[in-house]
């Protein structure tokens, strides 16, 4: 902390490495998705839409063809599974929800708040560059978290409104889906606009062209796409066909 901030600073850096730690260790690991299954799944890019078939399987190209998967494969419609396995349910996927509100986020949150504070109070281009720096990274990490929240948000709406008993069940958890939507829309803004204006490289992205494994420099055209198809398509009604194991190809 010393050498990148100087003696002054460093106090207030290590500060902020503890404020931004203490944010992540709060996540809740999410079965494959907090690990290899985001990128497979694109799931910065992919719309989070009640009824996930429902965008035309033209418009839904731009990430499915990355997407590794196969034709039948159950997570194709519904986020909960993948192939034979059973990811996440929706009593874990709402309880894993409701950590990432009251405990993960709001450290996070609060982390970006104290460095807003502190970058225009350091003195010299090096101590505000590491500010800044950590700055844009904790907002990366933030839009992660919070896109592996609403995944977890939306197989606890979905499946809870698949389930439902009662008309007002089916209506709680219908509006529930919606305020996902919602912070989804916001948290999608957020990262493009952090890649559109940050000059720290907070990501890795492949320069020769997007791969299963890696996301391309045609991130933010992607995340342009989801928001419009989101906007489009997030008011039809939770649906997942049961039946998708048995399709052909």
């Given at each position: 902390?010393?050498?990148?901030?100087g003696d002054?600073?460093?106090?207030?850096?290590v500060?902020?490495?503890?404020a931004?730690?203490?944010?992540?260790?709060f996540?809740?690991?999410v079965?494959?998705y907090?690990?290899?299954g985001?990128v497979?799944y694109?799931?910065?890019?992919?719309p989070?839409?009640?009824n996930?078939?429902?965008?035309?399987?033209?418009?839904r190209?731009?990430?499915d063809?990355f997407i590794?998967?196969v034709p039948?494969n159950?997570n194709?419609?519904?986020?909960?599974?993948?192939?034979?396995f059973?990811?996440?349910?929706?009593?874990?996927?709402?309880?894993?929800?409701d950590?990432?509100?009251?405990?993960?986020?709001?450290r996070l949150r609060a982390a970006?708040?104290?460095?807003?504070?502190l970058i225009?109070?350091v003195?010299?281009?090096?101590?505000?560059?590491v500010?800044?720096?950590l700055?844009?990274?904790?907002?990366?990490?933030l839009?992660?978290?919070?896109?592996q929240?609403?995944t977890?948000a939306?197989?606890?709406?979905?499946?809870?409104f698949?389930g439902?008993?009662?008309?007002d069940e089916?209506?709680?958890?219908?509006?529930?889906?919606?305020?996902?939507?919602d912070?989804?829309v916001?948290?999608?803004?957020a990262?493009?606009?952090?890649?559109?204006t940050?000059s720290?490289?907070?990501?890795l992205?492949s320069d020769?062209?997007?791969?299963?494994?890696?996301f391309?420099?045609?991130?933010?055209?992607?995340?342009r796409?989801k928001?419009?198809?989101?906007e489009r398509?997030r008011h039809?009604?939770?649906?997942?066909d049961p039946?998708?194991?048995?399709?052909?190809?």
């Open positions: 902390a010393r050498q990148w901030a002054e600073q460093a106090d207030a850096l500060e902020a490495w503890d931004v730690e203490e944010g992540l260790r996540m809740p690991i079965p494959l907090s690990n290899l985001f497979w694109r799931a910065w890019v992919r989070l839409i009640p996930l078939e429902a965008v035309p399987e033209e418009e190209l731009y990430y063809r590794v998967t039948n159950p194709n419609n519904d986020l909960a599974r993948d192939v034979l059973e990811l996440i349910t929706q009593e874990s996927g709402q309880r894993m929800a950590e990432f509100d009251e405990h993960a986020l709001p970006i708040d104290r460095l807003d504070e225009p109070t003195g010299g281009s090096q101590a505000d560059a500010f800044v720096d700055r844009d990274r904790a907002r990366a990490l839009y992660w978290a919070t896109a929240r609403n977890c939306w197989v606890a709406g979905v499946h809870g698949l439902a008993e009662t008309d089916r209506d709680e958890r219908r509006d529930y889906v919606q305020q996902m939507i912070l989804d916001e948290n999608t803004r990262l493009l606009d952090l890649w559109e940050s720290t490289e907070f990501i992205v020769v062209g997007e791969t299963s494994f890696i391309g420099e045609n991130l933010g055209e992607n995340l796409r928001l419009d198809l989101t398509y039809q009604d939770p649906y997942i039946n998708i194991m048995w399709r052909l190809p």
